[in-house]
Antibody, heavy 123, light 107 residues
């Protein structure tokens, strides 16, 4: 059974930093790209960042470029996202998501999602 | 920038009704189009990928169609458990943009 378990959310002041983790199990983690998707309170879904299975290719939404960094530890099956220079509009539930194929552009959408972790940026 | 739009933004329908949601991309997405269902307080769930392929375990009352820039999600007979917000997403290239969502509730 595929499981994705996010952690690391919480309350942080504007300008602060936070690191999110997503522990993956039930599939060959290193074979799959992974992504973070967020949802601000009462709003829609926003793709934030994705990373290739080998960690080589990383793509970022313009809204987080230069502030967020995605990484992965394939020996531990953990996906990370380091968030710096946080702003109020980064307040959201952050989901990690697994594509249905090895890469996101291979054609099967995101077939498994974690339960999400809430990040609140406020003074 | 690439834009995804959905219509309507919300709808109310009765149990047993046929429901249709439309998604439009500002540029062609080569059928790399997925539909998700999100119930209140829950993570999204994949319903359809490749514009028309039903994800394993999803009831057959859900179907997807379309190509290029115009896509449709249809619920053939609305059930109470289908109350949710539905999102389309393109994934042919970055950014993997979602539509703004369509909220479906019962009349």
């Amino acid at each position: 059974e595929v499981l994705l378990l996010e952690s690391g959310g919480g309350l942080v002041q504007p300008g602060g930093s936070l690191r999110l983790s997503c522990a993956a199990s039930g599939f060959t983690f290193t074979s799959y790209s992974m992504a973070w998707v967020r949802q601000a309170p009462g709003k829609g879904l926003e793709w934030v960042v994705s990373i290739a299975g080998d960690g080589g290719t990383k793509d970022y939404a313009d809204s987080v470029k230069g502030r967020f960094t995605i990484s992965r530890d394939n020996s531990k099956n953990i996906l990370y996202m380091q968030m710096n220079s946080l702003r109020a509009d980064d307040t959201a539930v952050y989901y990690c998501a697994k594509p249905g194929s090895n890469t996101i552009t291979s054609g099967r959408g995101f077939d498994f999602w974690g339960q999400g972790t809430l990040v609140t940026v406020s003074s | 920038d690439m834009q995804m739009t959905q219509s309507p933004s919300s709808l109310s329908a009765s149990v047993g009704d046929r429901v249709t949601i439309t998604c439009r991309a500002s540029q062609g997405v080569n059928n790399y189009l997925a539909w998700y269902q999100q119930k209140a307080g829950r993570a999204p769930k994949l319903l359809i990928y490749g514009a028309s392929t039903l994800q394993s375990g999803v009831p057959s009352r859900f179907s997807g169609s379309g190509s290029g820039t115009d896509f449709t999600l249809t619920i053939s007979s609305l059930q109470p458990e289908d109350v949710a917000t539905y999102y389309c997403q393109k994934y042919n290239s970055v950014p993997f943009t979602f539509g703004p969502g369509t909220k479906v509730d019962l009349k």
